[in-house]
């Protein structure tokens, strides 16, 4: 059987490679025929409202849709192997090292009575055989990447002691601890503060450009998409209606909802 | 021009962690008829604290509030229920400050017919307010849930305008909403500014927003306001230096 390990060698092979997918919740089809590309190190925007389907796709892509969920057609590659073939072990192997994930609320996706030096360590040891303390160290070197200085402090508290913008730079340390090649981001600025939005959106892209990570991140910002990514995927309704780069998509618009959603930007007027 | 609200020297504290911490500290502004007023800044900064103690939400420890005129923050009971005639709040998050078990239309028609309205004139005058929100009459079956957020947040406008007030203070109540509903809600309430002289006290934290909607902008940190001015003003030559972090977080 064709396993994640034999095939890193495709270098060649896209970083995500989604080829006519169909996902399905209870059988009812949500997205439709949706095909999209990312290079190592391409940060991908997908945008689009509420329902349309922009956090399915990232879900299914890191196999998180649950009971309910499946892609019932088409494939999804990550550098040439197929993750729907991915199961238990394998799969468990890839979500982290390969392929790393960030939550809107990461505060909630952590556990309330442990402090997050624990779980810290408890995700590293998952994947690797390291000390504590150099998973210590790599920790502190990301919070001082994004100059955060008390990075001693953080490690020792509890996810209820840190405000929401504190929180998500926590799960961005907790992902990138692992150096994955292609991070996912659901939403990971739609609940802080436009000041703390800025930075943490300013540090994913030192991310990319210190470790080289790919980044599709699921936003309904679009000043968010047009400062980060290089290319953009418009869904509605469970479709792909319109992708390409950020120029194209957001400065030329061709189709009538992608030209309503980018209409709909309120823009600072700064004289 | 007449004042609707004036405010002087609000404040209030809570306890964070045992300790005092000073929310709003001792603010002071008006809003004028018809005017559009922004208040601007970030989470924690006591914009919200400011809302709910004008809508007598949540008590002030010092200052006083006139709204109309009259001083407002010592009424209680039937006098205080009164204010609720002039002043009007629409929430984050409609699908909350709507009653689960009660349709839509009821929602509305609460207040009128607590205002002595009978049920038939209200019934009417709810299904003109779904008209002026450009909500399909048949939305008043509907229950909160069976709707989208920015359908539930029209009927929310429509049930603060339901008693004619002089003021709404409208908390954040397009930051849950996609995009393009938003900027629908905000060609409605231009609309509505337009045609009913509406005072408006816009409470957020999106800069585009009050430079579209507002007439006037203040800017609050940590419970002071920082600065004041015409939106263009403000964000064409800020003076304080959080006002330039805020604006240049815009991205």
Redesign the interface.
């Known amino acids: 059987m064709d396993t994640f390990t034999e095939t890193t060698r495709k270098e060649e092979a896209p970083l995500l490679d989604l080829q006519h997918v169909e996902i399905s919740y209870n059988r009812i089809p949500v997205v439709h025929d949706m095909s999209l590309k990312m290079k190592p190190g391409e940060i991908l925007g997908i945008v689009g ?2 329902g349309s389907g922009k956090s399915t796709v990232i879900k299914a892509a890191m196999g998180l849709l649950g009971k309910n969920g499946a892609v019932t057609r088409g494939d999804i590659y990550y550098k040439g192997f197929n993750v729907l073939d991915a199961k238990g072990e394998e799969l468990r192997r890839m979500r982290g090292p390969q392929m790393g994930m960030i939550f809107q609320n990461t505060g909630a996706s952590l556990c309330p009575i442990r402090n997050i030096e624990e779980q810290l360590y408890e995700s590293v040891l998952q994947h690797e055989e390291v000390s504590r303390q150099e998973i210590r160290d790599r920790a502190l070197d990301l919070f001082d990447k994004m100059k955060l200085k008390d990075g001693a402090r953080i490690l020792k508290s509890y996810p209820f002691e840190l405000s ?1 913008g504190m929180n998500q730079r926590v799960g961005i340390m907790m992902a990138m601890v692992l150096k994955p090649k292609l991070l996912f981001a659901d939403e990971p600025t739609s609940a802080l ?6 930075q943490v ?1 300013r540090e994913m892209v030192h991310m990319r450009e210190l470790f080289g990570t790919g980044i599709a991140i699921v936003t ?5 998409v ?2 980060m990514a290089d290319k953009v995927a418009v869904m509605y309704q469970g479709n792909l209606v319109e992708y390409g780069t950020v120029k194209d998509v957001i400065y030329n618009p061709q189709e009538a909802y992608t030209k ?2 980018i ?9 | 021009m007449q004042t609707i609200l004036e405010v002087r020297g609000l404040k209030r504290t809570f306890y964070k962690d045992k300790e005092l911490f000073t929310a709003v500290n001792g603010i002071s502004f008006e809003v004028k008829k018809g005017e559009c007023l922004g208040l601007v800044g970030e989470s924690g900064c006591g914009k919200s604290t400011t809302a709910k103690m004008i809508t007598r939400l949540l008590e002030a420890e010092e200052g006083t509030i006139y709204l109309n005129g009259k001083e407002i923050q010592n009424l209680k009971g039937r006098k205080l229920r009164g204010i609720y005639d002039d002043i009007q709040m629409v929430f984050q998050t409609p699908q909350d400050s709507f009653d689960p078990r009660c349709k839509l239309g009821d929602g509305i028609m609460e207040s009128m017919i607590n205002h002595g309205m009978t049920r038939v004139k209200a019934k009417t005058r709810m299904l003109e307010l779904m008209q002026m929100v450009e909500l399909d009459s048949g939305f008043a079956e509907r229950y909160p849930h069976q709707v989208s957020g920015g359908q539930c947040q029209r009927a929310a406008i429509a049930r603060a305008l339901a008693v004619e007030p002089s003021l709404i203070v409208l908390d954040e109540a397009t930051s849950a909403l996609d995009v393009t509903v938003q900027a629908q809600i905000v060609e409605l309430l231009k609309k509505l500014q337009r045609e009913m002289n509406l005072s408006m006290l816009l409470i957020c934290h999106d800069l585009a927003l009050v430079q579209n909607l507002c007439d006037r902008v203040l800017v609050m940190y940590q419970g002071n306001i920082v600065e004041e001015g015409t939106p263009d003003e403000v964000i064409q030559n800020p003076k304080e230096e959080y006002t330039k972090i805020l604006i240049d977080s815009v991205l």
């Open positions: 409202e509420s929401g503060d436009v000041t703390v939005q800025a959106v309904h910002n679009i000043g968010v047009e400062y309503k959603l209409g709909s930007v309120l823009r600072i007027n700064r004289g």
